[in-house]
């Protein structure tokens, strides 16, 4: 089974702090890491994978087999980032299933 | 470009009433097709997903159903809602350029309160 854990449901900083937003994962397998953004009032589309190893708007996120996690992190926090989070999990290969977690509301603060 | 449509916006129907939600993809063949659920404090729960036209795996047992008529249409449905079938549901695609998943695209979801 895959499962995605994301223990934050809020998480609210000041404009110019750092910022992590947390993810762990558990699969059996290799699995392959996603994040999704919701921004207010459009579609919940990708922020990035970490197959890629890019930078998107800022944000990173490293894949740590050892502590099954994949945390975003972004060194300056831009109120433009506030939005809703979600990590995700596919198993790769024939695997199609795209398993998510429950979301992080960031808010950034003036 | 590829596009994705998701109809109606919202829906408010009475319990025991069926359901018809479309989903239709343009700009691309073969997707790979999927529906989830975005349920308050739940995240998003994978319903079904379809890599082929009739090829329907469900993720979850419930009181929906899916169907693949077409190569780019997927319709989520139920002969007879309960109130726990409120929710905000999310149709996507991926294209399954070699056997993988790169990228969903999401639709604008449908908000669905059963009364």
């Known amino acids: 089974a895959q499962r995605v854990t994301q223990p934050e449901k809020l998480l609210s900083v000041f404009k110019g702090a750092p910022v992590e937003l947390k993810c762990n994962y558990s699969y059996s397998g290799s699995p392959e890491l996603f994040w999704y953004v919701q921004y207010s009032r459009q579609r919940l589309q990708l922020l990035l994978r970490?197959?890629s190893r890019e930078s998107i708007k800022g944000f990173t996120a490293d894949l740590n087999k050892g502590e099954t996690s994949f945390h975003l992190k972004k060194p300056f926090a831009q109120e433009e980032d506030s939005a809703m989070y979600y990590c995700?999990?596919?198993?790769?290969?024939?695997?199609?299933?795209?398993?998510f977690g429950k979301g992080t509301l960031l808010t950034v603060n003036p | 470009s590829q596009t994705i449509h998701q109809w109606p916006a919202t829906l408010v129907q009475p319990v025991g009433s069926p359901l018809s939600l479309e989903c239709t993809v343009e700009?691309?063949?073969?997707?790979?097709l999927y529906w989830y659920r975005q349920a308050a404090g739940r995240g998003l729960q994978l319903l079904f997903y379809?890599?082929?036209?009739?090829?329907i795996s469900s993720e979850v047992p419930q009181n929906l159903s899916a169907s693949r008529p077409q190569d780019r249409q997927f319709i989520l449905s139920s002969k007879k809602l309960l109130l726990s079938d409120s929710g905000f549901y999310l149709c996507?695609?991926?294209?399954?350029?070699?056997?993988?998943?790169?990228?969903?695209?999401f639709g604008s979801g449908t908000q669905l309160s059963v009364l």
């Open positions: 996507a695609w991926s294209d399954p350029v070699r056997g993988v998943i790169e990228k969903l695209f």
């Open positions: 379809s890599v082929g036209i009739g090829q």
């Open positions: 700009g691309t063949s073969n997707p790979n």
């Open positions: 995700a999990l596919s198993g790769g290969g024939s695997n199609y299933k795209l398993t």
């Open positions: 970490h197959i």
